[in-house]
């Protein structure tokens, strides 16, 4: 029996108003078999980067062959171009804004087409929620087995943004900066082990993590290991390394929030500090 087509959703759209749900009654009206997974509605509004970074976090934990749908567009009903983009395994709709730049950066092959076929839209076409009149129903017909060279010609000036990096300033100094902060205040940074080695060998060195100028020193394994408002970093999931508390919100109590100046510290207390 043939598995039925997975689809899944990344919107600002959050959970109380009906958007969602009439992106979901497209999609099942063309094909009622398609299987709708919500990863996230609750992106910062009008955040293309927080949605790049939801949907490079979450992708590659589909089976092959999941269609990926992303709207966080704050361009709506301008001349930005509906995409559908192909790797080997997965396949993305998502407007034409950089929505999609991690997932162009992680993959080797990727195919990026313009969405012209008119034909596969709803009409008439709203200017204000093209999540439901063009990119839901292409996901709906493409979930339905219409192939991905029916949508559109492939392009290759399609927009992408590079994401911030971390930067080694010399042996003991690296700069990095909050990405974003989660949920239970869990500061997000773009430094991962790779770029601080030292902090996880056999014997670690001394460190300090400076971030709206108070400090870091702990680094724990699981959450639980810190003690209540007690702040220190960890190797999240995501495979950065993240500031936290245990049952609190490090962002609260550093007052720290997202795209401030993060700094590591490798050496003793007299170290150069950032």
């Known amino acids: 029996m043939p598995r039925k087509q997975l689809v899944t959703l990344i919107t600002d759209f959050g959970s109380n108003d009906y958007y969602v749900g009439v992106m979901k009654g497209v999609i099942l009206g063309i094909n009622p078999e398609a299987v709708i997974v919500d990863v996230c509605h609750h992106v910062t509004s009008?955040?293309?980067?927080?949605?790049?970074?939801?949907?490079?976090?979450?992708?590659?934990?589909?089976?092959?062959?999941?269609?990926?749908?992303?709207?966080?567009?704050?361009?709506?009903?301008?001349?930005?171009?509906?995409?559908?983009?192909r790797t080997?395994?997965?396949?993305?709709?998502?407007?034409?804004?950089?929505?999609?730049?991690?997932?162009?950066?992680?993959?080797?092959n990727i195919?990026?087409?313009?969405?012209?076929?008119?034909?596969?839209?709803?009409?008439?076409?709203?200017?204000?929620?093209?999540?439901?009149?063009i990119f839901a129903p292409c996901a709906g017909w493409?979930?339905?087995?219409?192939?991905?060279?029916?949508?559109?010609?492939?392009?290759?000036?399609?927009?992408?943004?590079?994401?911030?990096?971390?930067?080694?300033?010399?042996?003991?100094?690296v700069k990095g900066v909050a990405l974003r902060v989660d949920k239970f205040g869990n500061i997000v940074t773009n430094i991962s082990p790779e770029d601080v080695p030292q902090l996880f060998t056999e014997n670690?060195?001394?460190?300090?993590?400076?971030?709206n100028q108070q400090e870091v020193t702990k680094l724990s394994s699981t959450f639980a290991a810190g003690k209540p408002s007690e702040v220190f970093a960890i190797v999240g999931s995501s495979g950065y390394i993240e500031l936290c508390t245990n049952r609190g919100s490090a962002a609260k109590t550093l007052n720290a929030t997202r795209g401030m100046?993060?700094?590591?510290?490798?050496?003793?207390?007299?170290a150069p500090s950032a």
């Open 204 to 211: 670690p060195l001394p460190f300090r993590i400076l971030i």
């Open 111 to 133: 195919e990026v087409r313009h969405i012209t076929s008119e034909h596969y839209f709803l009409s008439p076409i709203s200017q204000t929620f093209q999540g439901r009149d």
């Open 142 to 173: 493409l979930s339905k087995g219409v192939e991905v060279d029916k949508f559109g010609e492939p392009i290759t000036d399609y927009a992408k943004f590079t994401p911030p990096k971390a930067k080694r300033v010399d042996e003991q100094l």
């Open 261 to 270: 100046e993060v700094g590591v510290v490798i050496g003793p207390a007299g």
């Open 46 to 85: 009008y955040d293309v980067f927080d949605a790049a970074f939801t949907l490079v976090q979450s992708y590659r934990y589909f089976p092959s062959d999941t269609i990926h749908l992303v709207i966080v567009d704050p361009g709506v009903g301008t001349a930005r171009r509906p995409l559908l983009a």
């Open 88 to 108: 080997i395994d997965q396949k993305f709709i998502a407007p034409d804004n950089g929505v999609l730049s991690l997932v162009y950066e992680r993959e080797e």
